[in-house]
């Protein structure tokens, strides 16, 4: 039997190594029901350098099928203030990259895929499309997903070059025809419809399937166990996410906190070459092997491993620096929202204003000491966690996490179900 599935085209030029978003979004539509039951066909562009190991560990044959394909950095200029002009070779040679493959599926109209784009892609996009359509009849959709805040501070006042910067690709790509442009979160939206005057509506997170969600209803409604499980860093070892600090706060945690069954969890990959990374992680190395309640991950965890992780995970700090992270979204907040776990903020960010805005357990101690007081008294022996939602329950906030939560294949299924949309044979 010969079966007709849409196929979705996932472009993404950062997807090279083990670590981050970018393998952690396919990794998490991998599990989802219409992959599995084969509604769709996920194809990726990912980079030249992509880890061979992680292709083998992300495709499905027949199903998700990704492919080397970009030479270009995706994050070469992403903290650059430098003007506009010096980014011109670099968005030239990205539009070229984009352009082309487009023409490789140029004989029918195909549904093109991104879940991440700075301003300097955008500009880069939009060239690309306006080529495209300018040389061949043949007219694609664009999914695209906002992700990056046009709206920084700097001190008191924005920074006025950076929005501008935002205002230029994102305005550029919206003028083509095709283009539709969806939010993960609620600031995000808000900043996108100044820039683009059209209505931004929500998407999901793209963190977390149906199928974890119930496991997660059950275990939460299941949960009489007296085990603590404090999760004290997830992801990428990023300096602006508090890696450096993990050795000490570890240190007050450890011999202050009065639970001594409580284990501490950290997971973490290096990514790069950066020595002051890398002594923080021979630090908490030796620190694991001289106490039997820290555990230490490095390894990149697959999807389900990374659920069953956090399935155990009762509490969870984030120490994230204020001034990148002010505007800037987390992805591990919202897993953390999503698993209803006691959330502990040390800093004051964009964490602080979602934490509310999905009316989680949630805690902003001064300092290292208020948090061990919050920590004895939400950790102590014999004291099950019980998550209470606050008055500001509303059907606002549950419209906000159903839609941030809701499976992301079943929504990018849904951008398939035209006619037109590109077709494998199977």
Known sequence: MTLNIPTLVLL???????????????ASLKRTVAITENKFKLLVY????????????????NSIVIEKYFK????????????????????????NEYYLAFKNHKACSTTFYYHTLNWEHAYALSLAISLFNHNYEQRHKHLVCLMYNPCVFQKDNIDKYRFFKFSLG?????????????????????????????????????LITSRQLNEISSKFNDKHSNKQNVLLYLGDAKVNKGFLALPEILKDLTTKI??????????????????????????LQAI??????????????????????????????????????????????????????HIYLLTNTWLNREAKRLDCSHYTPCNTQELIEYLNLNTR???????????????????????????????????????DNATWKT
């Open 12 to 26: 993404d030029p950062a997807l090279r190594e083990f670590g981050g978003h970018h393998p952690g979004i396919i």
């Open 46 to 61: 990912a980079n030249e350098n992509c880890s061979s190991a992680l292709i083998e560990q992300l495709s499905i044959t």
């Open 72 to 95: 270009t950095d995706f994050y070469q200029n992403f903290y650059s203030e430098n003007k506009v002009e010096s980014f011109n070779a670099y968005i030239k040679i990205l539009a």
């Open 170 to 206: 994102f305005r550029l790509l919206g003028k083509e025809k095709g283009v539709s442009f969806f939010a993960t979160e609620y600031e995000l939206a808000k900043h996108y419809e100044n820039i683009l005057e059209q209505k931004i509506d929500w998407c999901p997170c793209g």
């Open 258 to 283: 009065i639970n001594k069954n409580i284990t501490f969890t950290i997971q973490y990959t290096v990514t790069n070459n950066d020595e002051k990374l890398a002594g923080i992680h021979r630090e």
């Open 288 to 341: 694991s092997r001289k106490n039997s309640q820290v555990i230490v991950i490095t390894e990149f965890l697959t999807d389900q491993k990374m659920h069953q992780l956090l399935l155990q995970v009762n509490h969870i700090i984030f120490n994230y620096d204020e001034l990148v992270y002010n505007h800037q979204s987390s992805g591990v907040l919202w897993l953390a929202a999503a698993y209803k776990m």
């Open 381 to 419: 022996e014999k004291h099950a966690t019980n998550i209470k939602f606050s008055s500001l329950y509303t059907k606002y906030i549950k419209l906000y996490q159903n839609k941030l939560f809701s499976d992301a294949g079943n929504w990018l299924n849904e951008t398939l179900s035209s006619k």
